[in-house]
């Protein structure tokens, strides 16, 4: 693929952007047009705002000084730009944050975990950021403090806490933590007894493992290109310069992690990409041994494994099982040969999870995007499911660390219903609530409907969608719809229960969540539909959800704010291209945008390991078409865009900063009208949400601020103090 730079002259200058009634005359920042054209497979094309990406991107993530100066004073004129547009709002964020703080408990606990004597959980202190990891004596006795979030944050710019866990023998606990936002985890040992770390620790970690005797420690590090690839092992008391390379994966597009089973019998080496998976057992109690394989990988065969303390239990879709059976096989010869049908595959029936204990298998089932839970008795093979009295909900699997026991824990919630934690007996059936989630300021759920609807289109299918509004709400139109979506890599959006929506449902707004093609709601053949060659599924998926909606009272054109972030940035931008008229604004978080470029760059983190998803435009023509038919920078074209909020952070590895950047210029540079384009980039965080559980809060107050905005439902004053905005999100 060649790149030549050509002289292209600049288009005629459009009417700049306006801002609010209070900033009439504020321009935009204009991206200076440096064509350059590319060439792949025969077609050429010419990319106006190249220059936005950094060559040393590596070195950004790390340290985002070394940025260019043309290119840091340009993404610093954007974010002075939307601080001026978004400032007459900035009283309704204030108060919008103060709304949702004030559904937060200040002080709040999580359910002890029992493991062995003791029994582990987090907690937060009033008006705490971060949280704090404790533990008891599992029969009562003082709380004992083994990490302390709000300490280790303080000072820091950025700071998250990533997995963690104690060591088996109780002794130690790891933890990871990311000061930059770039997704770098290092990895800290704590010796509990002392209350202080280790020397040694592990830079560049992803996931980790602990041996059986509490000696040595597993652990994912990136390559050089930000990439999960490499297991080492670690002794306690060396130097981690010398620790041990025990698995290299040699495929780029596929991504390593290590776990332990729940037993603690083996350490699990998964490599895996989308559509293939292969693992590896470390015989815990030795933990010098050699990893052994368990199944080769084969094309389109994915399974995961734990361990049933007598034999292997393993979740495959293997032999044509797309939506997931799970069989048995012995742990000494592992392998397919050896594999045995336990439950069969029911098509559109999807096995999301199971759980193995001693005398028990705990299955997460979803069929038509409905969750629940089924319980198989290991001596019998009886099973029973464990039914919900609402029709839309959400179910997750709690914090469990012990295999021989009958008590599973999972958390209940629904749109309109606050989390519940319950621990579950398996045996004789019975539930305890162990924690009700609260709302301080108060809340009445009989005030909400929740409905659960299926949209036609135009190919005959029919798209799941989940509704949330204040009973009462008028539904002749008049309301304003925030609608969201996502639609890729698996992904099943979930319909939880969500504290801060109702700053907007209370305002009048309907929630609509569209569980379009791409995701796995309804089963493998709804993921297949909606990725690769029929990626375009997910598009009209998202207008088709809009335009019924509208046609059906709930909205109606120009009266909904479009939102998706990452992969769902990726919906929201083709989708812009297509029906901009549908949207009174469109919200695009650290947005997968500048699709066909990114998965050109084989460089990038994710791009090879994405091939299964968006294909492999590098190597197959027909791929690249796809892709290029529908990269929403590639297809911005001259016609109206509605408002536009658009996010971006400079330590992003998922999302690079210049695919939202570039794809702002672009938009800005073409639209024939006089809406806003405004792009908040984060200049020290990642992709990930902001870390701290308040100060999150800002940029969904931000979002919010410019979903009543634009659909009307908010007036600003006439003065208005401006606030920075921030802008930081989730995973591509």
Do not use: C
Not at 112 to 135: C, D, F, M
Not at 552 to 566: C, E, K, L, M, N
Not at 669 to 684: E, P, Q, Y
Request: without cysteine; glycine residues 6%.
């Amino acid at each position: 693929m060649a790149a030549t730079p050509v002289v292209v002259p600049a288009p005629a200058s459009k009417t700049p952007d306006l801002a609010y009634a209070a900033l009439p005359n504020l321009a935009p920042p204009s991206a200076a047009r440096r064509p350059v054209r590319l060439s792949a497979h025969g077609i050429e094309r010419v990319d106006p705002y190249a220059w936005l990406r950094a060559s040393n991107w590596k070195q950004v993530l790390t340290d985002p000084s070394a940025l260019a100066p043309e290119i840091r004073s340009y993404i610093e004129a954007e974010n002075r730009y939307a601080e001026a547009v978004l400032a007459p709002l900035s009283g309704l964020r204030v108060k919008l944050v103060e709304e949702m703080k004030g559904r937060i408990e200040e002080e709040d606990s999580g359910v002890p975990a029992p493991s062995g004597n003791y029994a582990y959980w987090a907690k937060y202190l009033p008006g705490a950021e971060h949280k704090q990891i404790v533990r008891s004596r599992r029969s009562g006795g003082p709380e004992e403090l083994l990490i302390d979030g709000v300490r280790l944050a303080e000072g820091k710019p950025y700071f998250s806490l990533g997995d963690h866990r104690h060591s088996p023998d109780h002794r130690l606990y790891a933890y990871l933590t990311d000061e930059s936002g770039s997704e770098n985890y290092r990895l800290h040992i704590r010796d509990i007894g002392a209350g202080r770390d280790l020397p040694e620790a592990m830079t560049d970690v992803s996931s980790f493992a602990w041996s059986q005797d509490s000696s040595t420690l597993f652990y994912v590090k990136l390559d050089e290109n930000h990439r999960p690839l490499l297991v080492f092992r670690h002794r306690l008391g060396t130097d981690p310069a010398h620790d041990q390379l025990v698995y290299k994966e040699d495929d780029l597009g596929f991504e390593v992690a290590v776990a332990s089973t729940r037993s603690g019998r083996f350490v699990v080496i998964s490599s895996t990409n989308d559509d293939t998976s292969e693992q590896w057992l470390i015989e815990s109690a030795h933990p010098e041994s050699a990893p052994r394989l368990v199944a080769a990988r084969s094309p389109n065969a994915r399974y995961t494994i734990d361990d049933w303390g007598d034999r292997l239990v393993i979740r495959t879709n293997a032999d044509g099982a797309d939506d997931y059976k799970i069989v048995t096989a012995p742990a000494s010869a592992p392998g397919r040969e050896n594999w045995r049908d336990l439950l069969p595959h029911q098509p559109g029936h999807r096995i999301v999870e199971m759980v193995a204990l001693a005398g028990h298998l705990i299955r997460l089932e979803r069929d038509d995007g409905i969750e629940r839970l089924v319980v198989h008795r290991k001596a019998d093979g009886n099973e029973y499911a464990i039914w919900f009295g609402q029709e839309v909900h959400s179910i997750e699997l709690g914090t469990m660390y012990e295999f021989d026991t009958s008590t599973i824990r999972f958390r209940y919630s629904s749109p309109a219903t606050p989390k519940q934690t319950f621990d579950y007996d398996v045996e004789s059936q019975t539930r305890v609530l162990r924690k009700q989630q609260k709302v301080p300021s108060g809340y009445d759920p009989s005030a909400y409907v929740v409905r659960r609807i299926a949209v036609p289109t135009d190919d005959e299918e029919t798209v799941p969608v989940t509704l949330l509004y204040r009973d009462g709400t008028r539904l002749d139109g008049s309301a304003p719809l925030f609608l969201e979506g996502y639609g890729a890599y698996s992904f099943a959006f979930p319909t939880e229960f969500d504290s801060n929506l109702f700053s907007l449902i209370d305002r009048g707004f309907v929630y609509a969540i569209a569980h379009i093609r791409g995701g796995t709601e309804k089963g493998e053949r709804w993921r297949n539909s909606g990725r690769l060659a029929y990626k375009i599924n997910s598009f009209s998926d998202f207008i088709a959800v809009a335009e019924y909606l509208s046609r059906t009272g709930y909205t109606s054109p120009g009266r909904i704010v479009a939102s998706g972030d990452s992969a769902g940035g990726l919906v929201i931008g083709a989708v812009a291209n297509v029906r901009p008229d549908l949207f009174a604004g469109m919200v695009a978080q650290v947005p997968f945008v500048d699709a066909l470029n990114t998965t050109l760059d084989d460089s990038l983190p994710l791009t090879v390991g994405d091939f299964t998803e968006w294909g492999d435009p590098i190597h197959d023509p027909a791929a690249y078409r796809v892709i290029a038919s529908y990269s929403p920078y590639d297809n911005v074209s001259a016609r109206p865009y509605p408002d536009m909020l658009v996010t971006a952070g400079i330590r992003d590895p998922r999302v690079p900063y210049w695919e939202p950047a570039k794809w702002v210029a672009k938009i800005r540079a073409m639209k024939t009208n006089d809406s806003r384009t405004v792009l908040v980039t984060n200049m020290s965080n990642g992709h990930n949400d902001v870390p701290g559980r308040f100060a999150s809060l800002d940029e969904v107050a931000l979002i919010y601020a410019f979903a009543l905005e634009v659909t009307g439902m908010h007036r600003p004053p006439p003065v208005a103090e401006a606030i920075a905005p921030d802008a930081r999100r989730r995973e591509r």
